[in-house]
Structure formats: structure tokens, C-alpha cells
């Protein structure tokens, strides 16, 4: 079974700075994906940004990247320049290739600082 | 475009009353799911269908039962609701061949059972 692990609950950033979202994960397979969404509190799940396991070059989305690293099964995010509209509930989340289902890590709620 | 519909957005129920929600998706995807968020558990999986007239379960199925009549839909049905299934509920759907393809959410539906 796989799991994903987001250990911190909350977070805070400046506006304007740059903030990092941990997240691990554990599997044996080979062939995944993984992905980040957003949830503001009008409680949509937006997509922020995916990566392929198979791809070595971490994806960027405008002002989000991400530090994949595959030896350690961990996929974090960074938001740059963050801005007051970033405040949300984020979580990571994880699939097989194999399975459409995604496993979800519990969240972790970044808070803006004006 | 209206992607994925969840009806109703709001329901409060008591102890042992029976009720349906309805997922309705205008993408033509082949899978539908039904996930329940709780504070600090993220988003588990409860049912999900790989296709019209199927269903299987998820991480957390009691309490819970799923009919996927017609492709579009996908109902979710609380037989006898206990106050454990306060929750808000989220529908999602994705295409067939959806390896690296994200799900896509509907709005939630927030229930509270008295």
C-alpha cells in the first residue's frame, strides 16, 4: 500500500517570500505520479502542479516548483514570491500508474503574512 | 463548463435518516469517486467506479453505498447516517487512460448529522 506524508500541519510565509511544503511518500512501484493541490477555504481542490516519476526534471507552474527527489520519496513545493491568495489548505497526493485512485497525504495549511 | 456538479452543497441530517448525494460529471470520464474530508485526515476514499455499472471500494467504505447507473452519474448513499459521517464529501472524475491526468473535483457537499 502506498502512503504519503505531510508531517507539518501548518505553516506561515511573508508575502513576497519563498516557502517549501514537505511531503513523503512510500512505495514499491516504479511507474507513479505525483501531485500537489490547493484547497482555499471556499473548498475547491484546484491542481497546482504534477510530476512523473520517470521525468529526472522537476515541473514548474509559474511561481510553484518542486524538489523531486526519487532516491528519498520526496516531492515538496515551493511557492515563490508568495502572495495573499496562496493562504490555503495544500495537499499532496500520489497514483500508480496502474490505478487511477489517489492517495492523499492529511494537508498542511499555509497562512500569508501581509 | 460545468466539470463536475455535487448536489446538494449543504444538508443536516439526524441520527438514522437515509439520504442520497448526487455526482454529475460533463467530461464523459470513465471514473468517478467519492471522497469524505475530515480535519486532519485529508481526503480518504470511500467508493469509486472504473465505469458505467461498476463500483468497488475504498479506504473507508462502511456506512456507505454507490450505484453508477448511467456514466455521467455517481450516487452516494447513506443508509441509516450516524453522527461519524459528518464530513464534507467530494466527488471527483478522470478520464479513462489518466495516468498523469489529475481528478477533477467537484465543490464538496458539507453534511452534518445531528
Redesign the interface.
Known amino acids: 500500500a502506498q502512503t ?1 506524508t ?1 508531517s507539518q ?1 501548518e505553516m506561515s510565509v511573508q508575502e513576497a517570500e519563498t516557502v517549501t511544503l514537505s511531503c513523503t511518500y512510500d512505495t514499491s512501484e516504479s ?1 507513479y ?1 505525483l ?1 500537489w ?1 490547493k484547497q482555499p477555504p ?4 484546484i ?1 497546482v502542479i ?1 510530476q ?1 516519476a520517470y521525468k529526472q526534471q522537476n515541473a514548474t507552474e509559474n511561481r510553484f516548483s518542486v524538489n523531486f527527489q526519487k532516491a528519498a520519496k520526496s516531492f515538496s513545493l515551493k511557492i515563490s514570491d508568495s502572495q495573499l491568495g496562496d493562504a490555503a489548505m495544500y ?1 499532496c497526493a500520489f497514483k500508480t ?1 496502474a490505478n ?3 492517495t ?4 498542511i495549511t499555509l497562512s500569508v503574512r501581509p | 463548463n460545468a466539470g463536475v456538479t455535487q448536489t446538494p452543497k449543504f444538508r443536516v441530517l439526524k441520527t438514522g435518516q437515509s439520504m442520497t448525494l448526487l455526482c454529475a460529471q460533463d467530461m464523459n470520464h470513465e471514473y468517478m469517486y467519492w471522497y469524505r474530508q475530515d480535519p486532519g485526515m485529508g481526503l480518504r476514499l470511500i467508493h469509486y467506479s472504473v465505469g458505467e455499472g461498476t463500483t468497488a471500494k475504498g479506504e473507508v467504505p462502511d456506512g456507505y453505498n454507490v450505484s453508477r447507473l448511467k456514466k455521467q452519474n455517481f450516487l452516494l448513499g447513506l443508509e441509516s447516517a450516524a453522527p461519524s459521517q459528518t464530513s464534507v464529501y467530494f466527488c471527483a472524475s478522470s478520464p479513462l487512460r489518466s495516468s498523469n491526468q489529475p481528478q477533477h473535483f467537484g465543490d464538496g457537499t458539507r453534511l452534518s448529522i445531528l
Request: aromatic share 22%.
Open positions: 504519503v505531510q500541519p511507474d505520479y501531485f493541490y471556499s473548498r475547491q481542490m491542481l504534477r512523473e495537499f500508474g487511477s485512485k489517489l492523499f497525504g492529511k494537508g
